[in-house]
């Protein structure tokens, strides 16, 4: 059964840090480009970092890029997401996502709620 489980959201104040993991189990890991998205209210779902299979590439939103850093443990089929300086306008929930490589398959957690606000 394939699973992604995401953890490590919560309310921080702006300035303030947050790493998110995601659990992956049910698939082949070390397979997968994986890739962290957002979706704030009212608004649609946003690519926000991804990461290569073996992890030797990485990319980001304009909006994250310099603040988040997107990492993985294929040992321990898990991707984080490192995110510093936070604003309030980087609440949303956040989702990570499996895609297969040279596939359409695709996995999706339940996501994680952050919210940045004093």
């Known amino acids: 059964q394939v699973q992604l489980v995401e953890s490590g959201g919560g309310l921080v104040q702006p300035g303030g840090s947050l790493r998110l993991s995601c659990a992956a189990s049910g698939f082949t890991f070390s397979r997968y480009v994986m890739s962290w998205y957002r979706q704030a209210p009212g608004k649609e779902r946003e690519l926000v970092a991804v990461?290569?299979?073996?992890?030797?590439?990485?990319n980001y939103a304009d909006s994250v890029k310099g603040r988040f850093t997107i990492s993985r443990d294929n040992a321990k089929n898990t991707v984080y997401l490192q995110m510093n300086s936070l604003k309030p306008e980087d609440t949303a929930v956040y989702y990570c996502k499996a895609q297969r490589v040279v596939s359409t398959i695709e996995h999706w957690g339940q996501g994680t709620q952050v919210t940045v606000s004093s």
């Open positions: 990461i290569t299979s073996v992890g030797g590439s990485t």
